[in-house]
Antibody
Framework: QVQLVQSGAEVKKPGASVKVSCKAS????????MHWVRQAPGQGLEWMAI????????IYAQKLQGRVTMTRDTPTSTVYMELSSLRSEDTAVYYC????????????WGQGTMVTVSS | EIVLTQSPGTLCLSPGERATLSCRAS???????IAWYQQKPGQAPRLLIY???SRATGIPGRFSGSGSGPDFTLTISRLEPEDFAVYYC?????????FGQGTKVEIK
């Protein structure tokens, strides 16, 4: 079946970096846009980044610009999100999601990865 | 950035009742680019509606979407026990993609 499976929970210290993976299966990975969305505890959804099918065009949310890097690896059908200079406000569940098009809804979501930033 | 404002923040209803959730956009957005998601505790969001009114695959007919810019509505015709959750609207017509703050539908 179509699914996105993310890597496990992480605990990081302030100032460190984290890299979360998201492996796709059950569909043709190379033709879909992918997104990252995060959700702080008890809060709403915050869009972070989008990458095109070829992996050569990426748009980041302005507030994360310079700290977030999104990449994709077609042979392994995996997308990655790396967030650096972590601060306590980055504590959240991070989701990958498939976009049906550049201007498309997010039709498949990963199960989420909890990232905790604490000293 | 397009800001989406959802109302009410919380909706207290009984099973079998009708739920009406609203979403207002701060700027012009085509209905083509409005989606609704359902999220239950500890779960990822699930796509319900895209293009303002089209149901996603496997979504029951009691869920319907309507509206045109700037006001959009999600209606659940008769609430089932599994429908008590948080609902988010989203616009995906322009970057940055944005979500409303959510409406919680809870059991009365």
């Amino acid at each position: 079946q179509v699914q996105l499976v993310q890597s496990g929970a992480e605990v990081k210290k302030p100032g460190a970096s984290v890299k979360v993976s998201c492996k796709a299966s059950g569909y043709t990975f190379s033709i879909y846009y992918m997104h990252w969305v995060r959700q702080a505890p008890g809060q709403g959804l915050e869009w972070m980044a989008i990458i095109n099918p070829a992996g050569d065009s990426i748009i980041y949310a302005q507030k994360l610009q310079g700290r977030v890097t999104m990449t994709r690896d077609t042979p392994t059908s995996t997308v990655y999100m790396e967030l650096s200079s972590l601060r306590s406000e980055d504590t959240a569940v991070y989701y990958c999601a498939r976009g049906t098009a550049y201007r498309g809804a997010f039709d498949i979501w990963g199960q989420g990865t909890m990232v905790t930033v604490s000293s | 950035e397009i800001v989406l404002t959802q109302s009410p923040g919380t909706l207290c209803l009984s099973p079998g009742e009708r739920a009406t959730l609203s979403c207002r956009a701060s700027q012009s957005v085509s209905s083509t680019y409005i989606a609704w998601y359902q999220q239950k505790p500890g779960q990822a969001p699930r796509l319900l509606i895209y293009g303002a009114s089209s149901r996603a695959t496997g979504i029951p007919g009691r869920f319907s979407g309507s509206g045109s810019g700037p006001d959009f509505t999600l209606t659940i015709s008769r609430l089932e026990p599994e429908d008590f959750a948080v609902y988010y609207c989203q616009q995906y017509g322009s970057s940055p993609w944005t979500f409303g703050q959510g409406t919680k539908v809870e059991i009365k």
